[in-house]
Structure formats: C-alpha cells, structure tokens
T-cell receptor, first 111, second 114 residues
Framework: DQQVKQNSPSLSVQEGRISILNCDYT??????FLWYKKYPAEGPTFLIS?????DKNEDGRFTVFLNKSAKHLSLHIVPSQPGDSAVYFC??????????FGTGTSLTVIP | DTEVTQTPKHLVMGMTNKKSLKCEQH?????MYWYKQKAKKPPELMFV???????INESVPSRFSPECPNSSLLNLHLHALQPEDSALYLC?????????????FGQGTRLTVV
C-alpha cells in the first residue's frame, strides 16, 4: 500500500513561471517530509525538507508547504528554470529516517 | 566531502553468478541504506544499517545479503538473482537513523540480470 502519493505523473511549465508539485500521504505519524530531485541514471538529490511543527520552509527558489490536517504537502519552484527539469520525489518519515517515497512527478520546464 | 560513492555503475550478471555492490561514504554518517528502484517506480527500502548493525530488513529475499564491514562501507552481496531483480540499486547514508535529517544518495548501480 503506497503511503505517499504523487498523483500527477508529469507537469510542464513555462520558464519563469511557478511550478507546483503536490504530494499526499496517509500515515498521520509521519513527522518529517523531504523533496528530492532525480535525473535519469542518477541517485536522488536532496532539495528541501520540513518538519511537522512547521507549515512552510523556504530555500531560495524552493518553498515547501505542509498542511497536516489535509495530509498534503507541496513544492513551489519560482521562477522555474530549464535546469529544473527532472523527476521530483516527495518522501516522508516517521520518528526516524526510514524514508517512504512517493511515485514521482516528472517536471519539464519549457524554455 | 558530501558524496556517497557506489561501484560499479553498471553490472550485468547471470542467474548463477555471485557479485557484490559496494557503497562508501566519508561523512561520518552512522546510518546506511540500500534501496531498489524499478523504472517509473519510487525507491523502495531494502535494508537499514545503524551503527554497523542491521536494524531493518524489509522482507528482502535471501539472495540479497547486506554487509557493513565498517562505518564507511556498505556492501550488497548478490547470488542466484532472477531477471525481475534487474533495477537501479541505490545506497544512501544519513547522520543517524533517528534524527531529522536528509539522506544522501549515491548515483546507483544499474543491475541487469540475464
């Protein structure tokens, strides 16, 4: 049973616009959430994280929002750049670092 | 040094072969992980080592045998694999198993079983 879900397999955005990637989870015990970026044939690269005591965390062009009541998080990329084109995975963990990954969203930023 | 290094990058093996995947990190991390990723699927956790001891085995078949010789090295020994075991095998590390930190991933080993 998939505890972390990304319902949009793909997303296309114009360069300079905002990219919004969404993630839903079912386990209310998850208390730490992360976003990873992955290029083909490479390992995931950490982008940004948020703990359950916060509802927003920002790092440069990347902002993660957490809505615990809805069990939903999102990643905003502003402005989007062609180099952002990759597969984005959200991940969640409970207590420790046993990460559970979502199914991924393939982002294409069109120049 | 914030790298997790995996070797080899690619591996083709027969179903009767024995091979090993290697993973190394020099960040002083005390938790190390093996993940398996099939095409268009998320990484799936296989094993977790915490302070060089196996702490989690996610019901992985015995044809996969992990080993942690020291705090910097993690191996995955492969024997009698099946074609469906073909996948990208990812190693990761994090400072501890219980802290709220990210895991750093290696580039993976692309395994093909023929």
């Amino acid at each position: 049973d998939q505890q972390v879900k990304q319902n949009s397999p793909s997303l296309s955005v114009q360069e300079g616009r905002i990219s919004i990637l969404n993630c839903d989870y079912t386990n209310s015990m998850f208390d730490y959430f992360l976003w990873y970026k992955k290029y083909p044939a490479e390992g995931p690269t950490f982008l940004i994280s948020i703990s359950s005591i916060k509802d927003k965390n920002e790092d440069g062009r990347f902002t993660v929002f957490l809505n615990k009541s809805a069990k939903h998080l999102s990643l905003h990329i502003v402005p989007s750049q062609p180099g952002d084109s990759a597969v984005y995975f959200c991940a969640a963990s409970e207590v420790g670092n046993q990460f559970y990954f979502g199914t991924g969203t393939s982002l294409t930023v069109i120049p | 040094d914030t790298e997790v290094t995996q070797t080899p990058k690619h591996l083709v093996m027969g179903m009767t072969n024995k091979k090993s995947l290697k993973c190394e990190q020099h960040m002083g991390h005390r938790a190390m992980y093996w993940y398996k990723q099939k095409a268009k699927k998320p990484p799936e956790l296989m094993f977790v080592y915490s302070y060089e001891k196996l702490s989690i085995n996610e019901s992985v078949p015995s044809r996969f045998s992990p080993e942690c010789p020291n705090s910097s090295l993690l191996n995955l020994h492969l024997h009698a694999l099946q074609p469906e075991d073909s996948a990208l095998y990812l190693c990761a590390s994090s400072p501890t198993e219980t802290g709220y930190t990210e895991a750093f991933f290696g580039q993976g080993t692309r395994l093909t079983v023929v």
